[in-house]
């Protein structure tokens, strides 16, 4: 399916992980040269694909969010656990579409084999002007807060130095997944044990001061008069955005080890532990802070460090800044491959399937989203951009587990060597499309804003790829050699 010798074959949606440093080599023994990805996910390497990829900044500015929206503590730690059980049945929905349909492309094929292309592409076009650029966004803002925190404590950041420490970790990262993919899975490997780390020093202190006795923030946890039940679908947005990042899984599945027992095994231990860390981890923030300080803290899990560790917390905020980056490293490595596959399909402009001669990079599947992404960072705050973002996401994921359904009574004889019960993917499609629904209420220009977007590619359809009218002018600068001679960029060999 991927052509020989391009050295992009180590991506998530034919089966890698950033994580995983070998490119496959070229075997000389196979048919016609074939790349051949060999099944090398074991059990434990699956744990650690899916937890190295969920915990990014979610936990560390979605707290309040959550706490915001949902009104009392103990309905926000029920929300983290609520977020983390619809999570499961979304990743074991996308197990079965995954071991099912073995093509690359995540989302986008799930759709195109369910619903067809015009679907798919709406789904691209959403992606590529607004889901992905919003998402790469708001967890490079993320990492710009947090990067600059020490160097301005106790005063709060300046907002255009964020913005410019965030431009510059953009860069930074398209420059690096542009040069080379086996430093991009080596610094990938790094990042995923300072995740680990800067979630173990929140969890750690948290529990010693709880077991100790500070017990007083639990008091009338669940306070009626507070709860909000119009703020509870944007507590679930907030909460989902912490967790997402299962969806990655099913980029894999190729390369598992008997997939049938590794997948669904591998998907519950980490979204146990994953849940668990994080339920941990705002039982140790309530600990040390009452729900009115989380809410006027800028940056929770600094607050946090500051009342529990004096000097040390200066460390902190440069763990997450590193979680932070490492989300962003391998969320973009992932968008590439999506948009290389897409190419491929014919939804895109063909430049986006050529690799770099040198580099062996998809360099213009890379660099598309810059552009996007730096407009959208200037425009807007993290919070309208983080529901903005969730609402497309979720819409678009109920749609691809909903075509799990669907192709359960249209192609019923399509081998599925895993198979969930189909209250799963009902459930977690109709929670998604609750979500939307309950959102158009409690935010109806931003989730407005989502439709028209979505809609747009209705149109984009017909004259892009039906009536295939490219402007001359955009055909000749996307067909010319000299993008291509700009970019040192051939199209990969069959």
Not at 67 to 91: Q, T
Not at 210 to 226: H, I, M, P, Q, Y
Not at 289 to 315: D, I, R
Request: proline residues 6%; contains cysteine; hydrophobic residues 50%.
């Amino acid at each position: 399916f991927f052509r020989e010798g391009t050295g992009v074959n180590n991506n998530p949606q034919n089966g890698g992980h950033p994580g995983d440093t070998p490119v496959p080599k070229e075997d000389p023994d196979s048919p016609h040269g074939k790349v051949e990805l060999k099944k090398k996910v074991t059990l434990l390497r699956g744990i650690s694909i899916i937890i190295g990829t969920i915990i990014g900044a979610g936990i560390f500015i979605s707290p309040k969010g959550i706490l915001k929206n949902s009104g009392s503590v103990g309905m926000s730690l029920v929300v983290w656990i609520a977020c983390g059980v619809l999570s499961l049945f979304g990743a074991l929905s996308y197990a079965e579409l995954g071991t099912s349909i073995k093509k690359s492309g995540g989302h986008y094929t799930y759709i195109l084999e369910a619903f067809g292309p015009q679907m798919a592409f709406i789904r691209l076009w959403a992606d590529i002007i607004a889901i992905r650029p919003a998402g790469l966004a708001v967890i490079s803002l993320a990492f710009g807060q947090y990067i600059l925190e020490p160097i301005f404590m106790p005063c709060g950041v300046p907002e255009i130095a964020i913005k410019l420490a965030t431009s510059i970790g953009i860069t930074s990262v398209m420059y690096l997944n542009s040069m080379s993919t086996s430093w991009t899975n080596r610094i990938q490997i790094f990042l995923t044990f300072c995740k680990l780390l800067a979630v173990a020093t929140i969890i750690v202190p948290g529990l010693y001061m709880l077991f100790k006795g500070e017990t007083r923030n639990f008091e009338n946890a669940f306070e009626v008069s507070n709860i909000k039940l119009t703020g509870l679908p944007l507590a679930f947005y907030s909460g989902m955005y912490a967790y997402s990042g299962w969806f990655y899984l099913n980029f894999v599945t190729e390369e598992v080890e008997n997939p049938e027992k590794t997948v669904p095994l591998a998907i519950c231990i980490s979204m146990a532990i994953v849940t668990s860390c994080y339920v941990l981890t705002n039982v140790a923030y309530y600990t040390v802070m009452s729900a009115e300080e989380l809410l006027a803290s800028q940056s929770v899990a600094v607050t946090f460090a500051e009342k529990t560790m004096g000097n040390f917390s200066v460390a902190v905020p440069v763990f997450v800044a590193l979680s932070c980056f490492g989300t962003m490293n391998g969320c973009l490595f992932a968008f590439s491959r999506m948009f290389y596959v897409a190419s491929r399909e014919g939804h895109l402009p063909e430049v986006l399937s050529m690799i770099h001669v040198r580099r062996h990079t998809p360099l213009a599947a890379v660099i598309i989203l810059y552009p996007m992404t730096v407009f959208q960072l200037f425009v807007g705050d993290i919070y309208s951009l983080l529901n903005f973002m969730s609402f497309l996401r979720w819409l678009f994921i109920g749609v691809a587990v909903l075509g799990l359904i669907y192709m359960r009574y249209t192609r019923p004889d399509m081998p599925r060597p895993f198979k969930v019960p189909l209250f799963i993917p009902a459930i977690f499609s109709l929670t998604c499309f609750f979500m939307v629904f309950l959102s158009l209420y409690s935010d109806p220009v931003n989730t407005g804003i989502g439709f028209a977007i979505s809609l747009t590619g209705i149109p984009a359809y017909y004259i892009f790829i039906v009536f295939d009218r490219r402007p001359k002018w955009l055909q000749k600068s996307l067909g010319n050699t000299s993008v291509q001679i700009i970019l040192e960029v051939i199209p990969a060999e069959h």
